[in-house]
């Protein structure tokens, strides 16, 4: 079964609106997590290294007050795209990584589209 | 990071083998080597991983060169469900685990 969710599967907002994306790890207390942005027929890009308990670390030229994430708990993460624009249509994809391994599970993805 | 150079595509037919190559020439004595696959509109999937010797699982075999300098993905008997995108990705040990994703190989299946 899955290992990894991600809530909603598929949004579309408005320009200027802001959009949270969960992501849940259903099978195990992870302790650090991991959001990336795909853009059609490119590859995975890291966003940023989401922490439980302690700020997020984003990869350069992430703009953290774009990209907003919280790691509330061992098993939730999210990411809040705020002030939405068209580049920001993109598949968002979450991972998690089994604490004290160096396994990661990925997220099925959530399509964002901003009209 | 260690880069990692594969194929931009690949063909295979159904119930055939396929040997999906990479190379890793400044690969780092500590690099893990991983494989993950991506099927349409999905997030990747983990296939195997290896150190140094061959590794087996109910996936896939993984084949690492003596000198570590390249590795290849082997199905065993591809079938349509296998049409993906396969990224071979090198891991530092003892970082935070961060995956850097290259362009991978996409994989034709066809009957």
């Known amino acids: 079964g899955a290992v990894v969710s991600q809530h909603p599967s598929r949004v579309i907002c408005k320009s200027g609106t802001s959009v949270k994306i969960e992501c849940r790890s259903l099978d195990f207390q992870a302790t650090t997590m991991f959001w990336y942005r795909q853009f059609p027929k490119q590859s995975l890009m890291l966003m940023a290294t989401?922490?439980?308990?302690?700020?997020?670390?984003?990869e350069q030229g992430v703009e953290k007050d774009k990209f907003l994430i919280n790691h509330a708990s061992l098993t939730l993460s999210t990411l809040t795209v705020t002030s939405a624009h068209p580049e920001d249509s993109s598949f968002y994809i979450c991972?998690?990584?089994?604490?004290?391994?160096?396994?990661?599970?990925f997220g099925p993805g959530t399509r964002l589209t901003v009209t | 990071d260690a880069k990692t150079t594969q194929p931009n595509s690949m063909e295979s037919n159904e119930e055939e083998p396929v040997h999906l190559p990479c190379n890793h020439s400044?690969?780092?004595?500590?690099?893990?080597i991983h494989w993950y696959r991506q099927l349409p509109s999905q997030g990747p999937e983990y296939v195997i991983h290896g150190l140094t010797s061959n590794v087996n699982n109910r996936m896939a075999s993984l084949a690492i060169a003596e000198d570590r300098k390249s590795s290849t993905l082997i199905l065993h008997r591809a079938t349509l469900r296998d049409a993906a995108v396969y990224y071979c990705?090198?891991?530092?040990?003892?970082?935070?685990?961060?995956?850097?994703f290259g362009t991978g190989t996409r994989l034709q299946v066809t009957l």
């Open positions: 400044t690969i780092s004595g500590t690099d893990y």
């Open positions: 989401s922490n439980e308990g302690s700020k997020a670390t984003y």
């Open positions: 990705i090198l891991r530092a040990t003892g970082t935070a685990s961060k995956l850097t």
């Open positions: 991972s998690v990584m089994r604490t004290g391994t160096y396994e990661q599970y």
